[in-house]
């Protein structure tokens, strides 16, 4: 079965951190540029972060610049978002895919997840 499977979601408090994974199952993740995206209700999807195949370009969004970061782990065919510092305005859901990533331009493409739950209490 050819999926995207988030997991490592959770409650922390303001100050703490986290690390989302995203393991791909039929289908090697480092033939595609992958970028993580948060949701929440009632409010646009955001591209948080995406990350070329090469690996030699990486986007952040403005409100996770110096407090997120990407990683691969082509072992386990796996991205990570790591969460530092974590706000109550980071609460969303996440999740990943594999998108069209030129530049600032990161779209989603052909595969995606369901997502995890992250919730930041003040």
């Known amino acids: 079965q050819v999926q995207l499977v988030e997991s490592g979601g959770g409650l922390v408090q303001a100050g703490g951190s986290l690390r989302l994974s995203c393991a791909a199952q039929g289908f090697t993740l480092d033939d595609y540029d992958i970028g993580w995206f948060r949701h929440v209700p009632n409010k646009p999807r955001e591209a948080v972060s995406c990350?070329?195949?090469?690996?030699?370009?990486?986007y952040y969004a403005d409100s996770v610049k110096g407090r997120f970061s990407i990683s691969r782990d082509k072992s386990k065919n796996t991205v990570y978002l790591h969460l530092n510092n974590l706000k109550p305005e980071d609460t969303a859901r996440y999740f990943c895919?594999?998108?069209?990533?030129?530049?600032?331009?990161?779209?989603?493409?052909?595969?995606w997840g369901q997502g995890t739950q992250v919730t930041v209490s003040s």
């Open positions: 895919a594999t998108v069209i990533y030129s530049g600032n331009l990161c779209v989603e493409y052909k595969y």
């Open positions: 990350n070329s195949k090469n690996g030699e370009n990486t």
